[in-house]
């Protein structure tokens, strides 16, 4: 099994969820997601009880298994201690990554919401922050208090950590996006989103993400920075 900071490196569709509790099918939408190409889910649900939360990332792991997908735990050091987690997103509100780890295994991952500039080049520079989001890029109810950024801070995510530098976090945009506009960031250099409703809403889960996933396949295959970023990348953990 490759290393969790190698497949973070690889990954490329990453997609948030909550536990699916009115549509009861969350290991059935989470296996479909997987197979289409998503390569991390988070489990995200406001106000959600403790128990309830480890029993869907207990669903999210299982589903996981087969294609090596990473399972996230939002915002709660507390909660990826018990999940024994290997990947904790935190906020900009979520405290440091540096007492969040003290919770979680040596291997895992740390991820960094990022709105602005200066919190972006944060975030690039903390050394316990192991990738970072960049958004909202537009308008989103998953986020409503969040004033959209555009593609201007992913065109500066691009400058800060150059998607072909092996040793440059990994990054994600996100905010509203799906296969309308996904070729927008594409061209602004992003070649990782983070979806919620393009792949949750779909009538088939597994052929929207396959979509999805196809399109960021293409964006790495066309880029000449990305031609021997897989290679590079597992030589880092020889």
């Known amino acids: 099994m490759t290393s969790l900071a190698h497949r973070l490196r690889s990954a490329r569709l990453y997609l948030c969820t909550d536990a699916r509790e009115r549509q009861g099918d969350l290991d059935a939408f989470l296996r479909a997601a997987f197979a289409g190409g998503v390569d991390v889910v988070q489990i ?12 869907a990332l207990e669903v999210a792991r299982s589903a996981a298994v087969a294609t090596q997908g990473i399972v996230c735990v939002n915002d709660s050091p507390k909660v990826a201690k018990a ?6 997103h935190l906020g900009q509100t979520d405290g440091s990554a540096k007492r969040a780890r003290r919770s979680l295994h040596e291997w895992a991952l740390i991820g960094r919401s990022t709105h602005t500039p200066a919190q972006l080049e944060q975030a690039a520079a903390d050394p316990g922050v192991d990738y970072f989001a960049v958004g909202p890029v537009h308008a989103t109810p998953t986020k409503p208090d969040y004033v959209p950024v555009g593609l201007d801070l992913v065109r500066h995510a691009a400058q800060v950590a150059p998607v072909g530098d092996v040793s ?19 061209e602004a250099g992003a070649r990782r989103v983070v979806v919620v409703r393009a792949i949750t ?7 929207a993400a396959r979509v999805l996933k196809d399109r960021l396949r293409r964006a790495w295959s066309d880029d000449p920075a ?12 020889a």
């Open 83 to 88: 999940f024994a987690a290997d990947m904790l």
């Open 168 to 186: 440059s976090k990994p990054w994600f945009a996100i905010g509203g996006l799906d296969a309308d506009n996904l070729d927008q960031v594409v």
């Open 201 to 207: 809403e779909a009538s088939d889960p597994e052929a």
């Open 226 to 237: 990305l031609a021997s970023y897989a290679l590079r990348s597992a030589a880092l953990d």
């Open 44 to 55: 995200r649900q406001k106000n959600m009880a403790r128990d309830a939360e480890l029993a």
